[in-house]
């Protein structure tokens, strides 16, 4: 990874060292971000599109890392402000209400007691996690799941870090009081 750092830090990088950067960014962080992606919007495909988007903004703006932060970091934090472009934008709101709606009429499918199944035995404290709002969702991932420090998460999402220990507390309160009520 420091050769990564090196490569990232040169001027002018040329095309292939910057598939070269983009190829490692992807082996080493592209399941992290899309466990990341997948917080905020809760859709598998959608999850995959926007880390696909995110790996061609990285390979846009490699010229722009400064090394003011690690590369993790900064990959993290494009991550974070396009899921949340994302979740501002027309498109999802838009997509957000047909959900909505398609959710108030009845299925037809013949695997409903299949899909009820199927969703009662869904990982618990996993759900609990999803239900969070955002911004306690966004920090217990990036701290329990990445496993990034509080001064790491205060980087890639311009929170400060008091207020990050804080919501962290707050979700494991509100997660400890959702798994009394599950059993």
């Known amino acids: 990874m420091d050769e990564l750092m090196h490569l990232a ?8 060292e910057r598939e070269q950067i983009i190829d490692q960014l992807m082996h080493e962080y592209s399941d992290g971000i899309l466990h990341l992606v997948y917080t ?21 703006k490699i010229n722009q890392f400064n090394q003011q932060s690690t590369i ?3 990959v993290y934090r494009i991550a974070s402000n396009h899921c949340k472009d994302y979740l501002r934008s027309w498109h999802y709101r ?3 209400f047909s959900n909505k709606i398609l959710e108030y009429i009845p299925s ?3 695997h409903v007691d299949d899909e ?3 969703k ?7 759900n609990a996690v999803m239900n969070l709002p955002l911004k306690y969702r966004e920090v217990v991932f990036l701290h329990y799941y990445e496993e990034l420090s509080i001064a790491e998460i205060s980087k890639i999402t311009t929170v400060n870090s008091n207020t990050l220990k804080t919501r962290l507390k707050r979700a494991k309160e509100l997660l400890k009081e959702k798994m009394i009520e599950e059993g």
Do not use: G, H
């Open 9 to 16: 830090m040169t001027d002018e990088i040329m095309l292939d």
């Open 40 to 60: 905020y919007v809760k859709n598998r495909a959608t999850a995959e599109d926007l880390t696909q988007e995110i790996f061609i903004k990285c390979y846009e």
């Open 72 to 74: 993790k970091t900064w």
């Open 94 to 96: 838009k997509i957000s």
């Open 108 to 110: 037809k499918s013949p």
């Open 116 to 118: 009820v199944i199927t």
């Open 120 to 126: 009662n035995e869904e990982n618990t404290l996993t």
